[in-house]
């Protein structure tokens, strides 16, 4: 019976694409395993130099096909990094580009030169910091605690504002990191009333401007209109990282630089710190002066939202040992890179403190879609951007400033992700194919079984299944109710993987099978084949369990529920 209604899902949620010709529904995460070797793999390393050429157009034409940058004024460093190929400590990644604009030359303050040692401040990225280090401080079990339970301030001070029922004890953590909060966006920052501009007096009657101490600032800060009823929709909120910070200094008894100098000493972060550096040798400083261009502009007890100096290779060296779960536990990464709300855009989520692209061909519901988990912003004269695509264990910086005004960076991270995505989707591609496609065979039952080459769709086919004199892809089929010649079957990779005691590595697969030629749903093609992975089962093993064994270049596969061990053969 049980089996019965997961096949009817099966059949019935499982639709085409809108054309008559299939498109497979792919469960979300890498279509292929992740590609290594990187620094070597010459796909990777075409996509790379087109990446070069792409950019080299873009600086000395400020113009490209991507839109237009002012490149006499605009300087910038990038680095693409990997945690799937050992670290290089001193130079951790896999591509750098620095491109010092002429104006670098003329400036009188900083480095007019510009290598991946170069100082920037990072502005927003800072949040992800500070999210990282609660994790790693504190971890995911205060995320449901409300804010009030370490800042009780919050609600008895006589400030308190209960517009619309806002409440503070309804502010979580969680809500916090998560864009949430619903809490006001700044405290005593970018007030219009500490600037000359002619808005009318409005008897400013409260000292509400500029003011960073504590005990004064949760007081004042529930006098605050809220913006929204925490949990409903993501507002960005510089306050809501204070308030964070805070808590974890409350959770842990210790001041948040001293955690944050704890987590950037352990992993070899020399150049970054929360606060203004010990020293200016080679920082990039544009602008008339510190305070023009944002270098030395004090956020006070915002500094956990937005007030970070680093470089890209101290950058590249965090998102290495995010993305390789150092200091954190791998379940708590795991949880940590996935969305928590939606937008009112469909390609972006939000997250902790993430604002996640959602990459895809195009928009249509049938299509594979790289999570891409960003975080970007200005701050003075600064710009920066910086990501982590999980799919292939890779991440970009790119930090920049300007002489003008802080420069846009979507030109710069839509060319890095146009060339480097493809690039490594090809990259992983290729070394499936060449890993896994062929012919397997096992003696003992005359059992024989082919992988595909990959056809330019997610995941790898599996066209011919025998055992003995039986058709097992007919069976299947029979069982599935599709008929044989329309059934597809295609293996994606999970992330169950381990290394054997032979120093090769297991990792197991999971099929999908669709029927290529089900009917189309109506103007509204869904994609929900994980509602069906691991239904069939044949004696307590799942049918559509596929184990992988590579050692010493040879590929061999066992499927459980079938007692099979067989060898590829070509
Ligand atoms: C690099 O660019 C060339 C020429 O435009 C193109 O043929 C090639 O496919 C590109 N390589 C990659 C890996 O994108
Ligand atoms: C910039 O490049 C685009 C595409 O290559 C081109 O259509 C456009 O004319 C160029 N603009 C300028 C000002 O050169
Ligand atoms: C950039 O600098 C070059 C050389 O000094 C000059 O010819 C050009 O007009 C400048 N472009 C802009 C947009 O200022
Ligand atoms: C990732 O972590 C593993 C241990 O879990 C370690 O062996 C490996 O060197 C690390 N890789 C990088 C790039 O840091
Ligand atoms: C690290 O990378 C640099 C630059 O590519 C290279 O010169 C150096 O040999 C590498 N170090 C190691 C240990 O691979
Ligand atoms: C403020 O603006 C007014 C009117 O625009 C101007 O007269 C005044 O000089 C400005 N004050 C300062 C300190 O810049
Ligand atoms: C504003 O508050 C600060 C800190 O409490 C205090 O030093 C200052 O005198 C106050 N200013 C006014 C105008 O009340
Ligand atoms: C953190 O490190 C900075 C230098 O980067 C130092 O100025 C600051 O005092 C340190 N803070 C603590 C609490 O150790
Ligand atoms: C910085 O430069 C600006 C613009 O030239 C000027 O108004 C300001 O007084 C300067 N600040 C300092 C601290 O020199
Ligand atoms: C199966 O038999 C062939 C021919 O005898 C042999 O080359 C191959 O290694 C055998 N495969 C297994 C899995 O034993
Ligand atoms: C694969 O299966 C098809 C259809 O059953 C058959 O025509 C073909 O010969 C098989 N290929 C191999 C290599 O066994
Ligand atoms: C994996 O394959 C190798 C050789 O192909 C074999 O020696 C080893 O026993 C296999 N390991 C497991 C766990 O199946």
Not at 86 to 107: I, V
Not at 436 to 457: C, F, H, V, W
Not at 532 to 560: C, H, M, R, W
Request: aromatic share 10%.
């Amino acid at each position: 019976m049980l089996l019965q209604i997961s096949f009817i899902l099966l059949l019935s949620l499982v639709p085409t694409s809108r054309s008559q010709s299939f498109q497979p529904c792919p469960i979300l995460g890498p279509r292929f395993p992740l590609p290594t070797g990187l620094a070597s793999d010459s796909i990777v390393q075409s996509a790379l130099k087109n990446a070069t050429a792409t950019l080299d157009e873009l600086v000395s034409t400020s113009n490209s096909t991507y839109g237009t940058i002012s490149s006499n004024t605009t300087s910038f460093s990038i680095g693409l990094f990997t945690s799937n190929d050992p670290l290089n400590f001193s130079h951790p990644f896999f591509y750098e580009y620095n491109y010092a604009a002429p104006a670098l030359s003329k400036t009188k303050l900083g480095t007019s030169k510009l290598n991946s040692e170069t100082l920037f401040r990072i502005g927003t990225v800072t949040e992800v910091f500070t999210v990282w280090v609660f994790l790693i401080e504190a971890g995911e079990a205060y995320w449901i605690d409300p804010i009030t339970k370490y800042i009780p301030e919050l609600v008895e001070g006589n400030g308190q504002i209960a517009f619309g029922h806002f409440s503070w004890e309804d502010v979580t953590l969680g809500d916090l990191a998560r864009h949430l909060s619903g809490v006001p966006r700044d405290y005593g920052i970018a007030d219009l009333s500490t600037r000359n501009f002619s808005l009318p007096n409005a008897l400013v009657i409260a000292n509400r401007s500029g003011c960073l101490q504590p005990t004064y600032f949760f007081r004042d800060l529930s006098g605050r209109y809220p913006i929204y009823l925490p949990g409903t929709t993501p507002i960005m909120s510089n306050t809501a990282f204070q308030l964070l910070a805070y808590a974890l200094e409350g959770i842990k008894q210790q001041p948040y630089d001293a955690m944050f100098n704890k987590t950037a000493t352990s992993i070899g972060l020399s150049r970054s710190s929360l606060r203004y550096p010990l020293s200016t040798r080679n920082a990039i400083i544009p602008g008339a002066n510190e305070s023009v261009s944002g270098w030395s502009t004090d956020f006070g007890g915002e500094d956990p939202a937005i007030a970070m100096y680093s470089t890209i290779t101290d950058i590249s060296r965090a998102g290495i040992a995010m993305l390789n779960s150092t200091l954190i536990s791998s379940a708590m990464t795991r949880r940590w890179l996935k969305p928590t709300a939606h937008t009112s855009n469909l390609v972006n989520d939000a997250g902790r403190p993430w604002i996640i692209y959602k990459s895809t061909k195009d928009q249509s519901p049938i299509n594979p879609v790289i999570d891409i988990y960003t975080s970007y912003g200005s701050v003075g004269l600064y710009s920066s951007y910086f990501g982590l695509v999980p799919d292939y264990n890779v991440g970009f910086v790119i930090l920049a400033a300007d002489e003008a005004s802080a420069p846009d960076l979507n030109v710069h991270v839509d060319i890095v992700a146009d060339m480097l995505l493809p690039g490594l989707e090809k990259a992983a591609i290729s070394q499936a194919g060449s890993i896994y496609s062929g012919e397997y065979r096992s003696n003992q039952t005359a059992a024989s079984l082919i992988i595909e080459k990959p056809d330019g769709m997610p995941g790898l086919s599996l066209s011919n299944f025998t055992m003995g004199s039986k058709d097992i892809r007919k069976e299947l089929a029979t069982v599935a109710g599709i008929s044989p010649s329309a059934l597809s079957i295609r293996l994606y990779p999970t992330d169950l993987i381990e290394r054997t005691t032979s120093g090769g590595t297991k990792i197991a697969f999971r099929a999908v099978f669709q029927d290529e030629s089900a009917a189309i749903d109506a103007g509204t093609p869904t994609c929900i084949t994980w509602l069906s992975v691991g239904a069939l089962s044949y004696y307590g093993k799942p049918l559509d369990l596929f184990i992988f064994n590579l050692s010493e270049g040879q590929t061999s596969l066992e499927i459980p529920a079938f007692n099979l061990d067989m060898i590829k053969e070509r």
